[in-house]
T-cell receptor, first 112, second 113 residues
Framework: GENVEQHPSTLSVQEGDSAVIKCTYS??????FPWYKQELGKRPQLIID?????GEKKDQRIAVTLNKTAKHFSLHITETQPEDSAVYFC???????????FGAGTRLTVKP | KAGVTQTPRYLIKTRGQQVTLSCSPI?????VSWYQQTPGQGLQFLFE???????NKGNFPGRFSGRQFSNSRSEMNVSTLELGDSALYLC????????????FGNGTRLTVT
């Protein structure tokens, strides 16, 4: 099955700085890559996703890039704010089924 | 539209017992997935159901099982509980089709003593 690796496991940045989280996947047939944010004690929630026919997608301060050849994708958060502090998970799946596998998560801390 | 509902929110069981967790998906969502979340282990995939059939399965022992009903509601069962089964169990529902994200419930926190 699909194997998703995520780095770093923890990330601490100063408010206003950028944060980058990277993931790699093993199954070249994977074509859907969502990112989830999980705040303490809450459910994971989708923040952005990208499909394999697109190289980059942006939504305000959040962007995701995908390199299909290298099988890796990244989450970029600019102008970080304390409320961005959470655990972020990347995931990968294929269109033909809903077998979605997650990375181990990155705990992001934004210091005011 | 109501979100994914999981019951109960908390469970305390002893080793050797069995437990059943319930999940009601978002209306119209026919795919239901289950994940185990433990500190440091992220979201481990248990299984996924669609149209009452298990389509995908993760690397968990046979003590973990599930089913889906005709109304898409799903249950997960864990038999012969072990201390290591203590975790947050998350259910997620989704539409079926290209680029369908998962929508998670609040989870059931299972503690095995």
């Amino acid at each position: 099955g699909e194997n998703v690796e995520q780095h770093p496991s923890t990330l601490s940045v100063q408010e206003g700085d950028s944060a980058v989280i990277k993931c790699t996947y093993s199954d070249s047939a994977s074509n859907y890559f969502p990112w989830y944010k999980q705040e303490l004690g809450k459910r994971p929630q989708l923040i952005i996703d990208i499909r394999s026919n697109v190289g980059e997608k942006k939504d305000q301060r959040i962007a995701v890039t995908l390199n299909k050849t290298a099988k890796h994708f990244s989450l970029h958060i600019t102008e970080t704010q304390p409320e961005d502090s959470a655990v972020y998970f990347c995931a990968a799946s294929k269109d033909d089924n809903n077998d979605m596998r997650f990375g181990a998560g990155t705990r992001l801390t934004v210091k005011p | 539209k109501a979100g994914v509902t999981q019951t109960p929110r908390y469970l305390i069981k002893t080793r050797g017992q069995q437990v059943t967790l319930s999940c009601s998906p978002i209306s119209g969502h026919r795919s239901v997935s289950w994940y185990q979340q433990t500190p440091g282990q992220g979201l481990q995939f248990l299984f996924e159901y669609f149209s009452e059939t298990q389509r995908n399965k993760g690397n968990f022992p046979g003590r973990f099982s599930g089913r889906q009903f005709s109304n898409s509601r799903s249950e997960m069962n864990v038999s012969t509980l072990e201390l290591g089964d203590s975790a947050l169990y998350l259910c997620a529902s989704s539409l079926v089709g290209p680029g369908s994200p998962l929508h998670f419930g609040n989870g059931t926190r299972l503690t095995v003593t």
